[in-house]
């Protein structure tokens, strides 16, 4: 299917320290009971099945576990036919649904020792690497907007945000960066 | 407790005597405390550097309630009840951090560092966020210590405290210090036991063998006791002596005793001994880097008490500051911080456990005995003993104060 003209551009986000949007990636919702996620995760090269609210690589790809019927799985954008059709192989006769998702968000990477306490302006949830550590993933929100974090490493975030609302995202979070700029003079 | 069986409890206590049990031991009691101790008059909370950045933020916690202290974005300083307007959740678990917006955990209603509510969902296109502000409470800054009152109405002689103290603390510039060392010790026992051992060196002899290095007994409430006549007079001396030495060279230093006011504090710059410099293992000054103007190393130690929660102690080289916190009628925290000048760099002008390491065993030595004296008074032998007439008079005023402030309608 052909993409639309504006979906093929990336969202624009204000310049803003310890921020960046992530290249343009493949992205799929697959819901499935848990053998057929093991399934799909082994096809994809996934290390492991990831725990519960954690993330598993495996080389470029990686699984988010959303729900226990739920899987966001991510790779480089070059690969979403192959995954597909790699996916849909693994998992014939077993109920699923397997959805590409790849337009419907985008991707921000937020960095730097105040990555939690920036966060945290829009965010509830305890951020603390003892609470939240490296690996783990959750669907939260950020002030109005749904995302979907995930702690890359350890002054690291991974923010999947539904496009529409990655302006907006961009924009709270430039906010925030910038009020906390101030106060470092 | 209702007010006629506190005021029979209160009527119950001996002038110059330890109090009667149930102020250390009774649940009620500590209710008391808190909602008409720590509820009504200026309560010590902590120094400006903990909050020298905008968003900066410590949490102290008084019995039940928790209170946020807030550096706001134009660097004023901010306090509110850590309570979300939406349902009462307590809205912020760390006891400190930065924020640019407090998000309550619970629906996500989301305020700024003021205290106003700038953002919440689902609650209508009607909903008015102005009236949902966070409740604040008065914040003062004395010279860069900080206290909150969480009456409606403060004590108005805060201001007394102010202009008398100001001239004191000012030349060692807390503005500019900077934490560098921060220390919570829970001890197991009534805070007024806390209270009441800070407030007599009677003690301190026997148990305080790194603090005496560089500290006289005599200047914490010692009377000319036929034991010590002669070396309170020889004190005497040398604090007649020395003031006139720092007066002169533009320190306040006198003694001002104003512990019965509502406001309560006192305050004097006292000679150390040896060296005179600080309170160190070794006596001498533990940061190379002297705090605010100062030139010279031996300027002996300006205490400042105040009632009914904190006291100080501000050298020239350091500054050592207490709040004491009471978290259950036998559990109470103590927080010191060990402040040193902003551009002091650690290993370089100063050894942080050598800067910390005498108030550090103090703090331990005295804990042991709080938790010692509560275990003491829980038993039913336990009967209110005399104070000494020489030593223990600042206890005294110590438990009047509480008393008449208790009592106070």
């Given at each position: 299917?052909?993409?639309?003209a504006?979906l ?10 310890g921020?960046?949007?992530l290249?343009?990636a ?9 053998r ?18 954690r ?7 990686a699984?988010l576990w ?7 799985l991510?790779?480089p954008?070059?690969e979403?036919p192959g995954l ?7 998992l014939?006769g077993?109920p699923?649904s ?9 991707a ?12 945290n302006?829009?965010c509830p ?5 003892a ?7 959750t ?14 490493a ?6 999947e945000?539904?496009r529409?609302?990655?302006d907006y995202v961009?924009?709270y979070?430039g906010?925030?960066?910038r ?7 | ?5 506190l005021?029979?409890?209160i009527?119950?206590r001996?002038?110059?005597?330890s109090?009667?049990a149930?102020f ?8 008391a ?10 309560i ?6 903990e909050?020298?950045?905008a968003?900066?933020?410590f949490?102290v916690?008084i ?6 202290i ?5 660097m004023?300083?901010r306090a509110?009840h ?6 009462g959740?307590?809205l ?6 930065a ?5 309550c ?5 989301t ?7 700038v953002?919440n969902?689902?609650?209508g296109?009607?909903?008015?966020r102005s ?7 008065h ?17 108005e ?5 102010r202009?008398?103290?100001?001239p ?7 503005a ?10 829970v ?20 148990n ?5 290095a560089s ?9 000319a ?6 070396k ?6 040398l ?9 002169a ?7 001002i005793?104003?512990?019965d ?8 710059r ?12 070794d006596?001498?000054v ?26 100080h102690?501000f ?11 009471p978290l259950?009628a036998?559990k109470t ?5 060990w402040l040193?000048?902003?551009?002091a760099?650690?290993g ?6 050598r ?5 550090k ?11 010692r ?10 009967l209110p003993?005399p104070?000494s007439?020489y030593?223990e ?9 509480y008393?008449s ?5």
């Amino acid at each position: 299917m052909a993409e639309p003209a504006a979906l093929r551009c990336a969202p624009a986000i204000p310049a803003t320290p310890g921020l960046r949007l992530l290249p343009p990636a493949a992205r799929f919702i697959l819901r499935a009971d848990g053998r057929a996620l093991g399934i799909a995760g082994t096809a994809l090269g996934i290390d492991s099945a990831p725990g519960a609210c954690r993330a598993s690589q495996g080389g470029t790809r990686a699984a988010l576990w959303l729900g226990p019927d739920e899987y966001l799985l991510l790779a480089p954008q070059a690969e979403a036919p192959g995954l597909a059709s790699t996916l849909e192989e693994a998992l014939q006769g077993e109920p699923h649904s397997l959805v590409d998702v790849s337009q419907r968000q985008a991707a921000l990477e937020i960095s730097g020792s105040r990555a939690a306490d920036i966060l945290n302006s829009g965010c509830p949830l305890d951020l603390d690497s003892a609470a939240f550590p490296i690996g783990m993933c959750t669907r939260t929100v950020f002030a109005k907007a749904e995302i979907v974090l995930w702690r890359t490493a350890g002054d690291t975030f991974r923010l999947e945000v539904w496009r529409s609302f990655t302006d907006y995202v961009a924009r709270y979070l430039g906010e925030v960066v910038r009020e906390y700029g101030d106060s470092a003079k | 407790m209702n007010p006629a069986a506190l005021a029979s409890l209160i009527a119950r206590r001996q002038s110059g005597y330890s109090l009667p049990a149930p102020f250390y031991l009774s649940p009620e009691v500590f209710d008391a405390d808190c909602a008409r101790i720590f509820g009504r008059y200026w309560i010590f909370v902590g120094v400006e550097p903990e909050i020298s950045k905008a968003g900066q933020f410590f949490t102290v916690e008084i019995g039940s309630d928790s209170i946020v202290i807030v550096r706001d974005t134009d660097m004023s300083v901010r306090a509110f009840h850590n309570v979300c307007r939406h349902r009462g959740a307590r809205l912020c678990n760390a006891g400190s951090g930065a924020f640019v917006r407090l998000v309550c955990p619970y629906h996500q209603w989301t305020y700024n560092r003021r205290g106003e509510l700038v953002n919440n969902k689902h609650m209508g296109d009607d909903f008015d966020r102005s009236k949902f502000a966070l409740k604040a409470v008065h914040v003062e800054s004395l010279a860069g210590l900080l206290f909150i009152c969480l009456a409606d109405t403060p004590p108005e002689d805060f201001a007394v405290m102010r202009a008398a103290m100001e001239p004191h603390l000012a030349p060692h510039d807390i503005a500019n210090c900077k934490v560098a060392h921060q220390s919570d010790l829970v001890e197991q026992g009534n805070w007024k036991l806390t209270m009441e051992n800070n407030r007599e060196c009677y003690h301190c002899r026997a148990n305080h063998p790194q603090l005496t290095a560089s500290l006289y007994e005599y200047g914490f409430g010692f009377g000319a006791s036929p034991d010590a006549h002669s070396k309170v007079q020889e004190f005497g001396e040398l604090v007649k002596n020395e003031h006139a030495r720092w007066e002169a060279a533009g320190l306040p230093s006198a003694e001002i005793e104003r512990l019965d006011a509502t406001t309560g504090f006192r305050s004097v710059r006292l000679p150390l001994n040896q060296s005179g410099e600080s309170q160190t293992l070794d006596t001498r000054v533990a940061c190379r880097k002297l705090l605010g103007t100062f030139t010279q190393t031996n300027l002996g130690g300006l205490s400042f008490w105040t009632q009914p929660n904190s006291w100080h102690h501000f050298m020239s080289d350091h500054v050592v500051s207490f709040s004491v916190w009471p978290l259950a009628a036998g559990k109470t925290l103590l927080r010191t911080r060990w402040l040193v000048h902003k551009d002091a760099q650690q290993g370089v002008d100063f050894d942080v456990e050598r800067l910390t390491a005498v108030w550090k065993a103090t703090n331990d030595q005295d804990c042991a005995l709080v938790a010692r004296a509560h275990q003491g008074i829980s038993s039913p032998a336990y009967l209110p003993g005399p104070y000494s007439a020489y030593t223990e008079d600042l206890v005294d005023t110590f438990c009047t104060w509480y008393l008449s402030h208790l009592q106070a309608p």
